[in-house]
């Protein structure tokens, strides 16, 4: 059973970095959107402020997203498997991505990456409603937050001594983090939050 379980968190823990990366794909698309592009610069920004980057590997980062964003999407339109095909193929982009980062962060670096991560993931996930969402400041500042908040569980799931105990744990996570989110959004954001799931 447990050998189970860390073959599943195998795949989904990685693969959550790059399904976030997806989360930029159109705010980049987005010629002109000066919140989107904010957004994007200040992730930039703050990453390079974490991992302490010159800004050679500041650009090379920035550069990696991007193409780890136009690969996605790519896969997304050719996509004709399951869900847990998606995931692997995912997991696989993610170990190609970490193993350009590998490339041109020092040692100390990668270990600092994998610390601020979840970090990371949230203010991707982030970037990616407020910009579908027309978040304000504040509103943005709070989801961050949740998001934050939500993978920080997610983490702490994947340690659970079970598969089924590892699920209950992430689906009180997911309905904690749904009903936080419910709480800042408009009656109108909260039906395009939805919609943005069902898609």
């Not at 980049?28 to 010159?54: D, H, I, S, W, Y």
């Not at 937050?145 to 590892?166: F, G």
């Amino acid at each position: 059973m447990k050998a189970t379980i860390k073959k599943c968190s195998a795949v989904i823990a990685p693969a959550l970095t790059v399904l976030a990366l997806l989360s930029i794909g159109a705010p980049l698309q987005a010629q002109g959107n000066a919140q989107a592009q904010a957004l994007v610069e200040a992730r930039t920004k703050r990453m390079a402020t974490e991992l302490k980057l010159t800004p050679d590997q500041t650009e090379k980062l920035k550069q990696l997203n991007i193409q780890t964003v136009q690969h996605m999407a790519t896969m997304k339109e050719a996509s004709t498997g399951g869900k847990m095909d998606s995931m692997k193929a995912l997991a696989s982009l993610e170990e190609q991505r970490r193993a350009e980062l590998g490339k041109f962060l020092t040692p100390d670096q990668m270990k600092k990456y994998a610390k601020v991560q979840r970090q990371d993931l949230a203010m991707l996930r982030t970037e990616r409603m407020a910009y579908a969402l027309k978040l304000n400041s504040d509103q943005t500042k709070k989801i961050d937050k949740i998001n934050l908040t939500l993978l920080e569980q997610y983490s702490k799931a994947k340690t659970a001594p079970t598969r089924m105990e590892m699920g209950r744990k992430m689906r009180e996570a997911n309905d904690k983090h749904e009903a936080d989110v419910k709480k800042v959004l408009t009656p109108e954001q909260w039906q395009g939050y939805q919609s943005m799931k069902s898609k």
